[in-house]
């Protein structure tokens, strides 16, 4: 019986790992397949950016737009960069496609400002920076002649970051963005609240505005220490001299709360989702022209 137990368990043993092994190999190749197909999305002209815009709830205007990456493939349609990003950011790639957003993001955003419907000190682009594409050495660089090429003022552009940049050389890190704040260009921390230190980080980064990461949004009314947690977010942003930025706003009573907790900046689908850039300069024209001043944004 005994030597019967030992067999079963083992057959069952070889089955899982077999099991194991064949569900590696399919992520393993998964893998593969999407860094091969991701090598030729540059090339083949698949991304794409759309634009979310930034809203100020007090004056009802659109004070800045978040860029976000989409990638058409060929068959498995559009892409966010959940699906993706991770990837990227692995293989390297990332260093190419994060110069094609800067470069695609700020040309768009200066387009906006030639046609005047954006004012260089009243509006924000802000652009996601992986960790990798920063700590790279020509990263300053890199940011210097977007902004040349592009012809965008270099206050108009924000950063987004998260803690992740710092983590192997925060020297390095603030350095960095000491060059670039020196020429206007402003920081903020993405995803505030979900890392492991951000308070740590929090004290040295030389950020402008935090942005409370949806988690905590999406649960402010639902849990009681999340409210607390965001509470205790926009007070402390504002002992500190800090903006604050509520992203994944999607009901008028997490503005409210927000709103009454005094955050006024916010971005979700409450206002609009991520928009292309036609889209987005129809709503600038809509919205923040003399004549529509005094039209509601959420009409
Ligand atoms: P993120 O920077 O925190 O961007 C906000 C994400 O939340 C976006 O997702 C946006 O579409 C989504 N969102 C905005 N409002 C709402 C809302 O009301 N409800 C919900 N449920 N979601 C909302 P997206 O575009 O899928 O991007 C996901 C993440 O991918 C971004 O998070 C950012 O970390 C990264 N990412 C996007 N574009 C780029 C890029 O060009 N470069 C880099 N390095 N990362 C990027
Ligand atoms: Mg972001
Ligand atoms: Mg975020
Ligand atoms: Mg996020």
Known sequence: RADIALYRAKDSGRNSIHVFRSHMQALVSERLLLENDLRQALPRQQFRLVFQPQVDARSQKIIGAEALLRWQHPQRGELTPERFMQVLEESGLIQEVGLWVLRNACQACAWFLDEALIEPDNFHLCVNISPRQFRHYDFVEDVENCLKASALPAQTLKLEITEGVAI?????????????????????????????????????????????DQSFIHDALLNSNDGAIVRAIIAMAHSLGLQTIAEGVEETEQLDFLQQEGCHLYQGYLFSRA?????????????????????????
């Open 168 to 212: 192997r050389n925060i020297e390095d890190t603030i350095h960095k963005m000491q060059r670039l704040k020196r020429i206007g260009v402003a920081f903020a921390m993405d995803d505030f609240g979900t890392g492991y230190s951000s308070l740590t980080y929090l004290k040295r980064l030389p950020v402008d505005t935090l942005k409370i």
């Open 275 to 299: 928009i292309p850039p036609e889209d987005f300069h129809a709503l600038l024209t809509a919205t923040n022209t003399p004549d529509a001043s005094k039209k509601n944004v959420h009409e």
